[in-house]
Structures are given as C-alpha cells and as structure tokens.
C-alpha cells in the first residue's frame, strides 16, 4: 500500500479514537459526575485505552535528545522509589503481562525494539498525564478540587512512575547498548 494511503489510514484511526476518548471522559462527566475517584480512575482508563491505541507497536518512536537519560537520573530515580515501584508491578503480575508486548528476544536487534517499547510507553504515559493534568485544570475551573485532586493523585502511580521506570530501563539499555557497541568495535580492530 501507498505511503500516502497508510498514513491517512492512521490519522483517520489516531482521530477516531481520540474523539471516542474524549467522547468517554464526557460521558463519564457526565454518567459518574465530575466529582471524586471514579471520574478519575475510569478517567486516566480511558486515557491509556486511547494511548494505547495511538502509540501502538508499529509507532517508531525517534531519538530526541530529551529521551535519552543521563547518568543523574540513573542514581535519581531508585532514590524515588521507582525500583520498588518495579518490585510492585512484578507483584500484582503486571510485568508478566507486559512481558508479551516487549517481546525482548535477548539478542542486539531485541535491545532495539526493546528500548523502542521503553520509548512509546513513556511517550504514551507522558502523553496521559499531560492530558490527565489539563483534564484536572477544566474540573478545577467548575470548583471541583476534590476531583482534581484525584485526577493528579491517579497521575503519580498510573503514568509519572511508569514514566520513570522506563527511563530507568532505558539506562540500562543505554549502557548494555554502549558496552556491547565498545566490544563489537574491540572484536574488529
């Protein structure tokens, strides 16, 4: 298929269910009431189903400068807990889950697509906090700090601490990455 065809074939898919989770947080504004934690969990739901479906497996996810991780953050975030945040996911089986998306075959080509699946759940989960926190601004402008507050408070756990927990993998890749690029090169000379 063109090029051409496929791209507008996404834009229609990325547009259809942007507008079918808009129409969902609507719907639960309106069906739950904008006030309290079950506006906000099917809320930040509704934003990862949609997430979910926009940055999909097939999205390459490009080498922006912002998505590499320095060496600060490395020390940084098991500081903040996200390592026993990692402990907790394996817990309660979500890892396990997971496992089956990253697909990571233990091989070169299976960093690759494993540090590509690190970078389209921190895109996708970036993007949900992002509109998760304008949602938590709209509610706030009615009076309702309550809601607002769930809605940020939901954010910390569903998607800032996923958010760190790839970076925190992706160092790890960066630095397997670097390592066995320095052996390759060694292994030639």
Sequence with gaps: MPPSLTSGRVMLVAS????LAAGGVAAAWVFLGRTGFAFAWVTHFILMAWVSSVVGPRVRI????WLRVGRWEARLYPA??????GKLLDLIGWNRVIARARGFSGTREGLKELDQHTR???VGHSICLAVATAVACGVLSTGEWRSAAWLLALGLPLHLYPVLLQRLLRARIQSMSARVSKEHLASRA
Excluded at 62 to 65: A, I, V
């Design 62 to 65: 490009p080498d922006h400068g």
């Design 120 to 122: 389209r759940s921190e």
């Design 80 to 85: 903040l807990g996200v390592r026993l945040f």
């Design 16 to 19: 259809l269910t942007t507008a």
